[in-house]
C-alpha cells in the first residue's frame, strides 16, 4: 500500500515523458528528413534568398548615402538663395545711385526757357545787332547749372525727362541740345532731388549760371518740392577698355 | 515521513529530466523555424517573393532620390549661375558708380596752369562725349555727385572740398583715339583753352590706374518702389 502513493504519480510522469520524446522523434525526423526530390530547389530557392538579402542591405546603404547627399545640397541652396536675395538687395541699391531705377525724394525743378522776350526788345531796339543766338539756352548752361546742383548735393537729375548720369554728356547737336544723345528743346525742366534749400542756394548765388541767366532776363525760376519723381536712365554701361583693378 | 522521501526523490529527478526535455526541444524547434534549410518549400518561395516586393520598394525609392538628386542639382547649378551673373551686375554698376579702382587704356591731359572750374567741366563733359570710361583729376575719381567749382574761400578750383593742385593731370579711360579726336574738334575745348593761351599735353597711355571715388552720401534719394 505504501509503494502506491508513489508509483502511480511516477507511471503518469513517465508516461508523458514517453509521450514527450515520441513527439519530439517525429519532429526532428520530419524536419531533418525533407522530400528528397525538392531538395534541390529548395537549395536553389535559398541561395535566391541570399542573395536578395545581401542586395538589399546594399541598396538600403546607397539610399541613406543618397539621403544625406541630397539634404547637404538642400541645405547649399538654402545657402545660396541668402546670398542670391543679399547680392540682389546690393545690386538694387547700387542701381539707385547709378541711375538705372526709377527715384524719388524732395527736391526741386527748374525751369529754363529761351529768352524770346528779350530777344523782341533788342530787335525792337537795334535790329541789326540783335542775334537771336544770344538769348537762347545753350548747351553750356544746361552743363554748369547740372554742375551747380552737385553743388548743392544733387543726388539725382535730368533734363527734360534724360536722367543725367556720371558719364551724361550735354552738348550742342546741331539746333539742338543732347542730352545722353537724346535732342531736347525748350523750355528745359531740370529736375533734381536733394536738399531743396542748399541746391537753391547755390543756383541763386551772383556768379551762377542759373543767376546770370536769370539777371539777363531769361524766364527762369525754382520751385521746391516735396516728393519728385525722375525715372530711369535708359542707356547702358558698358565698359570696353576699363576693367577692375584688383579682385572684386 | 521516512515513506514519502522514498517516492519523492525520483519523482523530482522524473520532473527535472521532463523540464529539461521540455525545454532543449522547444530551443531546437526555434532553431529549425530559423533555418532557411529547415523551412518548407511553399514557405522558402513566400519569402522569396517578400524580398523582391521589398527589392522592388527600395529601387522606387532609390529612382525617386536621383530624379530629386538631378533635380537638385540643376538648381544648384542655376543657382550658381544667378549668383555669377549678379556679381558681374554689381562690379559693372560700382564701375559707374566709379567706386572701386579701375585700370584700362585711355589718355592723360596735362594742364600747367590754373584753369576756370568751368573749363574743367567743359574737359569733362568732352571726355564723356568721346565715351570715357572712367575720369580722374589728381587722382581724384569723378563721380556722378562730384562737386567741382571755385572756392571763394581758398581762391582754388576744387573738387569734392580738396583745392586742384597745378600743373594738374586728368586721367580719362577708354579709346585713346577717340578721346584725343574728341578733345581736338574745331571749336571745340582745346581751341577755347587755346585762346586764353592754355595748351594742355595730351598723351595716349597704353594703361592707366584709377582710384576709387568715396561712396556717396544719399540723404533724400529712394527708390520708386515697383508695383
Known amino acids: ?248 | 515521513m521516512t515513506n514519502l522521501k522514498n517516492w519523492q526523490m525520483p519523482v523530482f529527478i522524473t520532473f527535472l529530466l521532463l523540464g529539461l526535455l521540455i525545454t532543449v526541444q522547444f530551443r531546437s524547434q526555434q532553431n529549425y523555424l530559423r533555418d532557411l534549410p529547415q523551412q518548407k518549400t511553399e514557405d522558402l518561395i513566400l519569402m522569396l517573393k517578400k524580398t523582391n516586393t521589398k527589392k522592388a520598394e527600395l529601387e522606387k525609392e532609390l529612382g525617386d532620390l536621383e530624379r530629386q538628386h538631378r533635380l537638385i542639382s540643376t538648381n544648384v547649378s542655376e543657382e550658381e549661375t544667378l549668383i555669377k551673373q549678379l556679381r558681374q551686375d554689381i562690379t559693372r554698376q560700382k564701375m559707374a558708380l566709379g567706386i572701386i579702382p579701375v585700370k584700362g587704356p585711355g589718355i592723360t591731359v596735362t594742364i600747367d596752369t590754373p584753369i576756370a572750374y568751368f573749363d574743367m567741366i567743359d574737359i569733362i563733359n568732352e571726355l564723356w562725349n568721346s565715351q570715357a570710361e572712367a575720369i580722374a583729376i589728381n587722382n581724384h575719381r569723378v563721380s556722378s555727385w562730384s562737386k567741382i567749382y571755385w572756392s571763394e574761400q581758398t581762391r582754388a578750383l576744387t573738387i569734392d572740398g580738396e583745392a586742384v593742385a597745378f600743373p594738374c593731370t586728368i586721367k580719362a579711360t577708354g579709346d585713346p583715339e577717340k578721346l584725343d579726336s574728341g578733345l581736338h574738334l574745331s571749336g571745340g575745348v582745346l581751341d577755347n583753352l587755346d585762346i586764353y593761351g592754355i595748351n594742355p599735353k595730351i598723351k595716349k597711355e597704353k594703361e592707366l590706374e584709377l582710384h576709387a571715388a568715396n561712396q556717396p552720401n544719399i540723404e533724400h534719394l529712394k527708390a520708386t518702389p515697383t508695383p
Open chain 1, 1 to 248: 500500500m505504501k509503494l502506491r502513493n508513489w508509483q502511480l504519480p511516477l507511471a503518469i510522469v513517465l508516461f508523458m515523458t514517453g509521450i514527450l520524446l515520441v513527439s519530439a522523434l517525429n519532429a526532428l525526423q520530419s524536419e531533418a528528413e525533407p522530400e528528397p526530390r525538392t531538395k534541390s530547389k529548395a537549395e536553389s530557392l535559398i541561395a535566391m534568398i541570399e542573395t536578395q538579402e545581401k542586395e538589399l542591405k546594399d541598396y538600403e546603404k546607397t539610399i541613406d548615402a543618397r539621403r544625406d547627399s541630397l539634404a547637404k545640397h538642400q541645405k547649399d541652396i538654402a545657402t545660396g538663395k541668402i546670398e542670391v536675395q543679399t547680392l540682389q538687395y546690393e545690386l538694387d541699391q547700387l542701381k539707385t545711385l547709378s541711375g538705372v531705377s526709377d527715384v524719388e525724394g524732395k527736391g526741386i525743378t527748374v525751369f529754363l526757357d529761351d529768352n524770346n522776350k528779350g530777344y523782341e526788345i533788342a530787335k525792337s531796339k537795334a535790329p541789326e545787332q540783335a542775334k537771336p543766338e544770344d538769348f537762347l539756352i545753350h548747351d553750356k548752361h544746361l552743363l554748369y547749372i547740372v554742375y551747380e546742383l552737385r553743388v548743392g548735393g544733387a543726388e539725382a537729375i535730368s533734363i527734360n525727362g534724360q536722367r543725367v548720369v556720371c558719364s551724361s554728356d550735354i552738348r550742342c547737336m546741331g539746333t539742338t541740345i543732347g542730352v545722353n544723345t537724346s535732342a531736347i528743346g525748350p523750355p528745359f525742366v531740370i529736375k533734381a532731388i536733394g536738399d531743396p534749400d542748399r541746391m537753391s542756394k547755390v543756383l541763386e548765388t551772383d556768379t551762377s549760371q542759373y543767376n546770370i541767366l536769370k539777371m539777363a532776363g531769361y524766364p527762369v525760376r525754382i520751385e521746391k518740392q516735396k516728393k519728385i519723381t525722375i525715372g530711369s536712365y535708359k542707356g547702358s554701361y558698358q565698359f570696353s577698355y576699363t576693367e577692375p583693378k584688383g579682385e572684386q
